[in-house]
């Protein structure tokens, strides 16, 4: 299993809620409350929307990597 730690570091690192995410981002809250308890994953066009709107890569996301930088 993928873990999500980063995503919700950053959501919470950059003052955010997953009310406010869900709002900008137009996922629903209760994915984003499956994703928090481990029910399910985010689907990868999920996740590309996620790290546009978080300002970071989805290896960060996912754990693979601890630098949240987007490499461009």
């Given amino acids: 299993m993928v873990d999500l ?5 950053r959501i ?6 997953a009310k406010k995410v869900s709002d900008d ?5 209760g994915n984003i409350s499956d994703w928090k308890s481990g029910r399910s994953m ?3 066009p999920k996740l590309v ?8 890569s989805v290896d960060y996301l996912l754990g ?4 949240p930088e987007v490499n461009k």
């Fill in 42 to 44: 985010p689907t990868a």
């Fill in 49 to 56: 929307i996620l790290a546009d709107y978080l300002n970071c």
């Fill in 64 to 67: 693979r990597t601890d630098n």
């Fill in 5 to 9: 730690t980063n995503l919700f570091y």
């Fill in 25 to 29: 981002t137009g996922i629903s809250t």
């Fill in 12 to 17: 919470k690192a950059l003052g955010m809620t």
